[in-house]
């Protein structure tokens, strides 16, 4: 709360005279202070468990102590009044209460109606204790001393009025004076701060328009007022910003210019070279097609190569299979003269036995003379049939073992044909297996090739599409720097600090 100036007693006394609170006014305000004082404290008490009720007004006190401390000093104020104490210590304190409830920003409305509350606690206090009193001495008076007595409480309650018509007055002129005053100290504020804006806008105006002519490198160095320095030292920053931005595009043209012009002519270059490049690939790929087609025609004659050595394979395999056959039917001819042999040796055997018998059976026919004639004839005939069998025999046995010993040779021919045969067939299935393996690495490298083929075809299209976007590339370079050009000569408009 600001200090409260020296005021004098005048302005207490013209409210006093003007409604008549004179001296003999304020001994009658005295004369029913016993019946006022009594009611202070409980019109107080009620007055403040109202404004505990209402948030509005209940918000400016930080605790219950707070308001405690209010009341204590509100009762001191009220016993002034009650007492007719209406003087310069009334009147400062009054102007206090009134400065401290613009302060807080209390509005006239709350504080005009807790006079309300109060006074009217303290009136009807006032007159119940009266009339209590009077009824007690009605006996002992007469109808004109009860209108006196009345007369005198009246005059009191209305003195008690007026005085609270004061203190209200007193309240509520402190209360809009501080907002006069405050309204005066902000218009007076107001218009120190439009002459300082006025001047914040004219300098920066006048540097606003320097910059807007290119003047890049212009400063505001007269420091301004208070917070509007801080739009001067940011006006700075955005000049000093915008200085060295301009100055490093400045550069960077410059830079951007020279890499154009090295850009324009390596395209150039290079656009040449591509093309070069994409001729010799256009002739690369005609010569790889054509030896692409001979790897596809040797690997199609190598499959059929590969099929007639299976075929070639497959004969010898059957050829050996035949052999092997032969070899086991000259083992079977073997084994049928070997048994025939056994045969012939029988025969030759019982045609030994027959001759003997024979010899001994023409002895026997000698000895009994012509009786045995007959028999000796036969004898002698089985003894010719048993040396021609033997004869037989024998040519037989010659013939078998002359048989047995072309079919052992034939047997070995036979076992070295199927020897060579199967040499043939392993010496075929290999050839046969280096000719499948043969055919699938020339289908590979066919495959490879038609790969190669079509990557270098590939590779043709896109060095051909480079050479495009080369010479594109070329002559965006040329325009870049005549656009580089063209900025380098806007950026002369502006004048940096560099």
């Known amino acids: 709360m600001s200090a409260l100036p020296a005021y004098e007693p005048s302005p207490l006394a013209e409210r006093l005279e003007f409604l008549g609170l004179d001296r003999k006014a304020l001994a009658r305000l005295v004369t029913i202070s016993p019946y006022v004082a009594p009611h202070i404290e409980p019109a107080l008490a009620g007055f403040y468990a109202t404004v505990a009720k209402t948030a509005e007004v209940s918000a400016f006190f930080s605790n219950p102590a707070h308001m405690e401390h209010a009341k204590s000093k509100q009762a ?74 009345a007369e005198e409480m009246a005059a009191g309650l209305a003195e008690l009025v007026k005085a609270i018509m004061v203190d209200i007055d007193l309240a509520v002129s402190t209360y809009f004076s501080r907002l006069e005053a405050d309204l005066e100290a902000s218009r007076a504020a107001a218009e120190e701060t439009a002459q300082a804006q006025q001047k914040v806008l004219s300098i920066t105006g006048e540097a606003l328009g320097r910059l807007a002519q290119g003047e890049v490198c212009v400063r505001i160095d007269e420091p301004f007022e208070g917070e509007f320095d801080k739009l001067r030292t940011d006006f700075n920053a955005a000049a000093s910003g915008l200085d060295e931005a301009l100055t490093s595009i400045s550069r960077s043209v410059e830079a951007i210019s020279r890499d154009a012009d090295t850009v324009a002519g390596t395209a150039a270059d290079l656009t040449d070279r591509m093309t070069k490049q994409a001729s010799a690939i256009e002739q690369s790929a005609a010569a790889l097609d054509e030896v692409t087609g001979a790897v596809n025609d040797s690997a199609s004659g190598t499959s059929d190569a590969a099929r007639i ?73 089985v003894r010719s ?70 990557a270098i075809v590939q590779l043709d299209r896109l060095t051909q599409e480079n050479a495009g976007g080369v010479a594109q590339t070329s002559e965006a370079g040329r325009d870049l720097a005549m656009e580089v050009a063209e900025l380098r000569e806007r950026l002369k408009a502006f004048r940096t600090t560099a």
């Open 309 to 381: 050595a299976e075929g070639a394979n497959a004969a010898a395999k059957e050829g050996g299979t035949v052999v092997e056959g032969a070899i086991e039917a000259m083992g079977r001819i073997e084994q049928s003269s070997a048994k025939i042999s056994s045969i012939i040796s029988v025969i030759d055997e019982i045609a030994f036995q027959t001759n003997l018998l024979a010899l001994n059976a023409a002895v026997e026919a000698a000895r009994a003379g012509e009786a045995g004639r007959g028999f000796a004839v036969v004898a002698t005939e």
């Open 76 to 149: 001191l104020h009220w016993k002034a009044i009650a007492e007719g104490r209406l003087d310069e210590n009334y009147y400062r304190s009054s102007l206090a209460i009134g400065e401290r409830h613009a302060a807080i920003g209390l509005e006239p409305k709350w504080y005009i109606g807790g006079y309300g509350l109060i006074a009217e606690t303290i009136v009807k206090g006032v007159i119940a204790d009266w009339m209590a009193v009077e009824t007690e001495k009605a006996g002992k008076r007469n109808p004109a001393d009860w209108k006196v007595a």
């Open 385 to 454: 049939l048993a040396q021609r069998s033997a004869q037989a025999a024998k040519d037989v046995s010659s013939l078998i073992q002359q048989s047995s010993s072309e079919v052992a040779t034939g047997v070995g021919i036979v076992q070295k044909t199927g020897d060579a045969l199967a040499g043939i067939v392993a010496q075929v299935g290999q050839i046969s297996q280096h000719m499948r393996n043969f055919s699938a690495s020339a289908t590979q490298q066919a495959s490879v090739l038609n790969e190669i083929n079509a």
